[in-house]
């Protein structure tokens, strides 16, 4: 429930930000003539939902300390359909490492390190609500998103090498691997154009970026093979903030 | 007048004044930061002193000077060894310190400089190489001048104008600093963390000792044979070099700006030991993740990593130009 409020909250910020410029600011929401591309630069926390297959047991939160480090994320979408917003289909891929230490047998902190590498890509359908700033000079768009997810995920053992964890049929299990699930994520976009329409249209001159956003995006992505009983779980529920550009 | 000829821009033709352009020591060979030609002035720690008493290396001090000596140009070059005191204004001892050493005196000064060649225990007075270890010799400084006769001196008669000198300065800094304390070090099975408190201060930086091989405390660490790692600040851990299941033994000393180190402070041991990395820890905990990238999940219960495929597919769907005025399909 805290969550949630603090997500909301979030949500709130670009509504601020809006009411309190003068209301006689005229949006121009510029559009490129051929293709329509967006990139988008965003930040979060990882929070990956490991410890969550165990009853009482955390290795997530006991190995890293229960860190949340920041993770950067880049995502380019390709608009292939408009109507009453738009349609199109994005790619993203992030980078995510934490360090902590390896435990002893005792279950104490070693002077080992040990790391978790998580690569995740993204593939979505993404709906772009943006009739707000076209007709009615209100510099909000609403952005829905909905796909399919691949981790590439890698373990780090003590020497620096990728993890290898000895079984007794002899095969050793290797620390690396993929994990596939999907997402859904509702974000707001606030048109920074609507702010300064003369640095816009000068960015859109010379740079080619028409429309520039500041964004707060919520996203809950279930990542353990589809609920496989093999899979760990790397799901999250993420609160990303970011720039998204336009050309 | 040359000053108002440089200040227009305009060449200046003048003699230059006859003086020494550079003083320095060549081939003697010192740690880092020991040598500072710009100054002439050439410190020699523990570990210096006693390599080059050692290898009894043979050193050249030399002047040079910016124009070729006037003739008559006399010089003599004097050596005060620490506690001499040597008078640096005339080309005699006379007057000055029993132990002040004339190594060269009135010679004729010809061309643009002068080389004195010298072994290192000539030098230093001794040529046991432990007496730099054991502060068996005293601290301090070997200042080597060169005295020549000031062509530029216009007065008559004797005075303080007669002799100009220019001497290079060989110090040795032989005082360890204190030693640390070691408070703690413990280990996984392929590091080793340590921690230790200084009191010492100015010290540039520390170094850790660790082998399976014991030593002792208070020992020179000049005798400790083992493996070694710098640090900066007061803890370490240290990844290269161990063996899981052995007993470390682990010592740090403390190293001054002259690159000196203190006696080793007090040796813990340390046991490495197997850890587990995350992947163990979580397998141990009885996670069910078994790695791979397709196969480890049963058929039908995964999803292959198709994304490369299916976006090539989805963007090469055509271009279309987007809701706008003018906009070109």
Redesign the interface.
């Known amino acids: 429930m805290k969550r949630t409020t603090a997500y909301l909250s979030l949500f709130a910020l670009p509504a601020a930000l809006a009411l309190s410029v003068p209301a006689s600011a005229e949006i121009t929401l510029d559009?490129?003539?051929?293709?329509?591309n967006a990139l988008e630069i965003r930040i979060s926390r990882f929070n990956p939902e490991?410890d969550e297959?165990?009853d009482g047991?955390s290795?997530?939160d006991?190995?890293?300390d229960g860190a949340r480090p920041y993770n950067l994320e880049i995502e380019y979408d390709?608009?292939?359909?408009?109507g009453i917003g738009?349609l199109g289909?994005g790619?993203n891929i992030g980078y995510n490492r934490i360090r902590?230490n390896?435990?002893?047998?005792d279950g104490e902190d070693?002077?080992?390190?040990?790391?978790?590498l998580v690569v995740p890509?993204?593939?979505s359908a993404v709906y772009r609500f943006d009739e707000l700033p076209?007709n009615y000079n209100i510099p909000f768009t609403f952005v829905f998103k909905v796909g399919?997810d691949?981790a590439f995920w890698s373990?780090?053992?003590?020497?620096g090498q990728t993890?290898e964890?000895p079984t007794e049929n002899g095969d050793p299990?290797?620390?690396?691997?993929?994990?596939?699930g999907w997402h859904a994520s509702a974000a707001v976009h606030l048109l920074l154009d609507w702010f300064s329409p003369n640095m816009a249209q000068s960015f859109a001159s010379n740079v080619g970026v028409v429309d520039s956003y500041l964004f707060v995006e919520f996203m809950t992505s279930q990542v353990d093979?589809?609920?496989?009983?093999?899979?760990?779980n790397l799901s999250q529920q993420q609160l990303w903030v970011g720039l998204a550009f336009e050309f | 007048m040359l000053a108002v000829a440089a200040w227009l821009g305009m060449p200046t033709i003048a003699s230059a004044q006859f003086q020494v352009t550079t003083a320095e020591v060549l081939d003697l060979e010192l740690e880092d930061g020991n040598t500072d030609t710009s100054n002439s002035r050439y410190t020699l720690n523990i570990r210096d002193c006693a390599t080059a008493v050692e290898d009894n290396q043979e050193i050249t001090f030399r002047w040079t000077f910016n124009v070729s000596a006037p003739s008559s140009t006399k010089y003599a070059i004097k050596l005060q060894p620490p506690g001499a005191t040597c008078t640096f204004s005339t080309t005699t001892i006379d007057g000055d310190q029993e132990n002040c050493r004339l190594i060269a005196a009135s010679d004729d000064l010809n061309g643009t400089s002068v080389s004195l060649d010298i072994t290192i225990q000539n030098l230093l007075g001794f040529s046991d190489s432990n007496a730099c270890l054991t502060e068996g010799v005293t601290s301090g400084e070997y200042i080597m001048g060169i005295i020549y006769t000031n062509p530029n001196d216009t007065t008559a008669g004797d005075d303080a104008n007669d002799f100009v000198n220019e001497p290079i300065e060989v110090t040795l800094r032989l005082s360890r600093p204190d030693a640390p304390t070691l408070d703690e070090v413990s280990a996984g099975e392929s590091t080793l963390s340590a921690s230790w408190t200084s009191n010492v201060e100015s010290i540039d930086e520390y170094l850790v000792f660790y082998s399976t091989t014991e030593f002792a405390e208070g020992t020179i660490p000049e005798a400790v044979s083992g493996s070694t790692s710098s640090a900066l600040a007061t803890s370490i851990d240290i990844s290269s070099g161990l063996s899981v299941n052995r007993t470390y033994y682990v010592g740090v000393v403390n190293v001054d700006e002259y690159g000196n180190r203190s006696p080793l402070s007090n040796v813990l041991d340390v046991q490495t030991a197997p850890t587990l990395d995350f992947f163990e820890e979580y397998l141990s905990a009885g996670g069910v993740e078994q790695g791979g990238y397709c196969s480890a999940a049963p058929p039908g219960d995964s999803v292959p990593p198709v994304a490369a495929l299916v976006l090539l597919t989805l963007f090469s769907a055509h271009r279309r130009s987007r809701r706008h005025d003018g906009g070109a399909e």
């Open positions: 559009t490129p003539e051929v293709g329509y490991i297959e165990f047991a290795p997530y006991d190995t890293f390709r608009q292939f359909y408009e738009s289909i790619v902590g390896a435990r002893t047998l070693s002077p080992d390190k040990t790391r978790l890509t993204r593939l076209q399919l691949y373990i780090g053992d003590a020497e993890a964890v299990i290797s620390g690396r691997g993929g994990t596939a093979d589809f609920g496989s009983s093999t899979s760990w």
